[in-house]
């Protein structure tokens, strides 16, 4: 499977979640569908959504806080990213989208 490298998302204002213990349970009450994140995706998520989306700053956030190969880092988090996306509980920006955009 090819990952696609996203350096932004939003997250949909009908996306809710809460911290339960170490896991972020998910819920998208437009599909009534439910998601559950383990404690290190709890993490990329509540650390994602402060810095408002921002994958580019999440990516240097992790490497500044975790030993392990940046490479391997960068990649399981744009799978993540990748993931949540297929999921309709993140959404690329339209400029994101379109790369030609210039507004």
């Known amino acids: 499977m090819d990952v696609e490298m996203v350096n932004r998302v939003e ?11 170490n896991e972020i349970i998910m819920v998208d009450p437009t599909t009534w569908q439910y998601y559950k994140l383990d404690n290190y ?14 994958v580019k700053a999440l990516k240097n956030w992790v490497f500044e806080h ?3 190969d940046p ?20 959404v690329k920006p ?10």
Do not use: H, T
């Open 41 to 54: 995706g709890a993490v990329l998520w509540e650390k994602l959504v402060a810095l408002k989306g921002d």
């Open 11 to 21: 997250i949909p204002d009908w996306i809710c979640y809460e911290r339960i213990d």
């Open 71 to 90: 490479q391997q880092m960068g990649k399981d988090i744009d799978l993540f990213i990748q993931r949540l996306v297929e999921n309709g509980i993140l």
């Open 66 to 68: 975790f030993e392990a």
């Open 94 to 103: 339209e400029v994101e989208k379109n790369p030609s955009f210039q507004g």
